[in-house]
């Protein structure tokens, strides 16, 4: 199988920016050719096949389309084992590849939580089934997400967990989360924190400020989060390991992670679209789609978490993508679910920064790409001998988000509706194509 | 007098206009209830649900009076007498109650929001009995009704509430209610129950008792829970009655014209000293008198009753 990716261009950050074309062979990028000619348009998107060619030979035109290394969404809710009626394994995927991610990695707050090898393992052959995206599980820090036992970093790390987190449950023992990163960094697997004082927190369900207020709701204080996200920070410090903070929602938390970058602090944060697309508004009418963990902040906020995109102190944007059947979601605003689903928009959601100048598109693909493969150490690029994993974008195209199109199976998002513009169009994993668009 | 809305959510949605045609409903809706027959005809046929999801003795009884003085068919459900018990959740407890074909579900609930879930989810009349912290618009227009019965009319007074506006429905929507009929609200209270971006209600806030209360035409305290000390919100009821309760001592710095006011129920030697609950400013007794009247208002209302009750 060949397959040429014709006349796109082709961004691998900080290594190549042109027009080329790409020569994909046997699930391998063969060539990358810069094609610096006056482009000649191109006479139909498949040429025919001719006697002389393999049969399964294609080439795909990507003229004025963006082709860049697979995305990676680095923190996803697969929900299985346990929660197969908001999503499963193969649905999640589908979702994946159908937002442009080429690789996802799932979190392990699953019923039973991904705190052991089996879990890990099963997760993994689900997947394999599934074949279609990448998924790298993170494990469990703590024995059962409850933070009072380490989990066994040595056997998750052999059956393929690539970091470890307790997501969705914080880690509130200090000294436990001191000798997770310590006993982890033996196996050089990542921390994934996801910070949260729970004493703060004290039944918050929207951030709290003057809508909160407004709306007679509890609120969360910016603190609830920058507090965890300073202690962590000194953790790493004291360790000497690295820490990456999930879902980064306030302006404290992006000044203290922009000083400890500063002093070498081996600290890397994440963001997801709605934290830099929304605001605490967007709640309106109780619209518990809006709701989520950490809760849509101020504008302020938001404006800082872009300044945060814009400079590097973020590095990654992923989606936290948490899907919720009706069962959690159409109830009571402080008892629904939290989370939102995030693969099938982020995309179309991270260009508008692109549009509104906070990001080169260079640098959207370090967050959406390099940078989760750097911090999970996994292979990425666009280069000769690398695993064929490429996304191609069309960064013009103009549409309407809208739930009923989703492979996911929850629809539990505040962006249906929404005009965007820009999608990934085609999906390609170890060569095979796992996504494809009706190209233009 | 006719209304264009089919809920009473809270008072945020309703304009200055709609206040004064339910105040006006209420004003005349009062006299039924010095009848020697406390019944008039008009909301015959009609059925309100009172649903309460939290406990509650004031409201939801002057609702049911209020109802039954309009001969409409009322009926109450509680959370622990429902199929809530059972697990089930409260919209289907709604589409269940529809079914039924009520006129008008009046709606107590703990969380911030049911109401409104309800109202874009089933077609009876909704009426917002209480959600959460959220509002209480009931009392708000009551509280309104009250005030302007006794003082002639709400605009350009100043009304203080005092306690713990963090956790109070009541406040918020007196907070609305009376900055949006020309009223001036100035709060307060501990720093630990004011909160964050109330003055973008249109309020003022002070943290000194004596400010609050001494240019005040109103005073309202609010009741404190005890049970807010597990939350540190106070260190004792004792400490807060001295530094922030309505004692008779402090009330000598008021108006010579001062209404005292509280939602109840109230915490007689905490927020308030017993003296001044019962003493000849306290017209807390009058706003329950009114709840009635301005329930009625309400149901006539919203459930649309054929003729005008004043001239049954």
């Known amino acids: 199988m060949q397959i040429l990716i014709k006349g796109g261009r082709v961004i691998d950050p900080g290594n190549f920016n042109a027009i080329a074309d790409i020569l994909v062979e046997d699930g391998k990028i063969v060539k990358i050719k810069s094609n610096d000619n006056p482009r000649q348009p191109p006479t139909s998107n498949e040429q025919p096949a001719t006697s002389n060619q393999q049969p399964e030979s294609r080439t795909i035109d990507a003229t004025g389309k963006i082709v860049t290394p697979g995305l990676i969404d680095m923190h996803v809710h697969l929900r299985e084992p346990g929660h197969e009626y908001k999503e499963t394994i193969e649905s999640g995927c589908l979702a994946a590849a159908s937002g442009g991610f080429t690789a996802i990695c799932c979190m392990p707050n699953t019923n039973p939580v991904n705190d052991n090898s089996q879990v890990t393992k099963f997760i993994l052959q689900r997947a394999m089934i599934a074949d279609t995206v990448r998924v790298y599980p993170v494990a469990a820090i703590s024995k059962g997400l409850e933070g009072t036992g380490l989990c066994e970093y040595g056997d998750l790390k052999d059956a393929g967990a690539v970091a470890i987190s307790d997501d969705g449950c914080p880690v509130s023992d200090s000294q436990l989360m001191r000798r997770a990163m310590e006993y982890a960094k033996g196996f050089d697997l990542p921390v994934i924190s996801h910070c949260e004082d729970l004493n703060l927190l004290a039944g918050g369900v929207v951030n709290e400020g003057a809508f909160a207020t407004r709306m007679g709701l509890p609120g969360i204080p910016n603190a609830c989060e920058s507090v965890m996200v300073m202690r962590d920070i000194a953790l790493s410090e004291l360790t000497e390991s690295p820490v990456h903070i999930a879902h980064v929602s306030t302006m404290e938390s992006v000044r203290a992670i922009r000083a400890a970058k500063k002093r070498g602090v081996l600290v890397t944060a994440e963001t997801a679209p709605h934290y830099f697309t929304l605001t605490e508004d967007d709640v309106g009418q109780y619209d518990t789609n809006a709701k989520m963990n950490p809760p849509l902040r101020s504008k302020q906020d938001r404006e800082a978490v872009r300044e945060g995109l814009a400079d590097g102190t973020i590095d990654v944007i992923a989606t936290d993508h948490a899907p919720h059947s009706s069962i959690e979601k159409e109830v009571e605003f402080d008892q629904a679910g939290n989370g939102i689903i995030g693969l099938e928009t982020s995309v179309s959601l991270s260009l508008k920064l692109v549009e509104d100048g906070v990001l080169k598109i260079d640098e959207l693909v370090e967050k959406m790409s390099t940078n989760p493969a750097r911090i999970l150490k996994l292979e990425n690029g666009l280069r000769a001998g690398n695993s064929a994993d490429i996304t191609i974008i069309d960064p013009d195209i103009l549409y309407t988000i809208d739930v009923e199109n989703f492979c996911s199976l929850s629809r539990n998002t505040p962006f249906n509706g929404r005009e965007v513009k820009g999608k990934a169009v085609l999906t390609m994993v170890g060569g095979k194509i796992v996504f494809e668009d009706k190209i233009k | ?312």
């Open chain 2, 1 to 312: 007098m006719q209304l264009e809305r089919k809920n009473i959510l809270d008072m945020a949605s309703l304009s200055v206009d709609e206040i004064s045609t339910i105040l006006d409903t209420a004003d005349s809706m009062k006299e039924i209830s010095q009848r020697p027959v406390k019944k008039v005809p008009t909301l015959r046929g009609k059925t309100v649900v009172l649903f309460f999801y939290e406990p509650s003795t004031r409201t939801r009884i002057s609702f049911d009076i209020a109802a039954k003085r309009l001969s409409a068919d009322s009926l109450s459900i509680s959370a622990s007498s429902s199929s809530m018990v059972k697990g089930e959740t409260l919209i289907d407890t709604a589409r269940n109650l529809e079914a039924m074909n009520p006129d008008v579900i009046v709606m107590r609930h703990s969380s911030a929001g049911a109401p409104h879930m309800l109202a874009r989810m089933v077609r009876p009349c909704i009426i917002n009995a209480g959600d959460g912290m959220h509002a209480h618009p009931t009392q708000s227009l009551l509280d309104l009704m009250t005030v302007r019965e006794n003082k002639g009319e709400v605009k350009g007074l100043r009304i203080a509430i005092i306690g713990d506006i963090s956790h109070s429905r009541v406040a918020r929507s007196n907070c609305i209610g009376f900055t949006k009929m020309g009223a001036d609200v100035i709060i307060s209270g501990p720093q630990t129950m004011i909160p964050k971006g109330i003055e973008t209600l249109g309020v003022s806030v002070t943290h000194n008792v004596e400010d609050a209360i001494c240019d005040a035409d109103v005073i309202m305290m609010l009741r404190i829970q005890k049970e807010r000390q597990k939350s540190f919100l106070f260190p004792s009821e004792r400490e807060y009655a001295r530094v922030y309760g309505l004692s008779k001592k402090r009330l000598e710095s008021a108006k010579d014209d001062v209404l005292i006011m509280h939602p109840g129920p109230i915490n007689r030697g905490v927020e308030i000293a017993p003296e001044v609950a019962d003493g000849p400013y306290s017209i807390i007794l009058d706003q329950v008198t009114n709840g009635v009247a301005v329930r009625m208002a309400l149901l006539y209302l919203v459930a649309g009753g054929t003729r005008n009750a004043d001239t049954d």
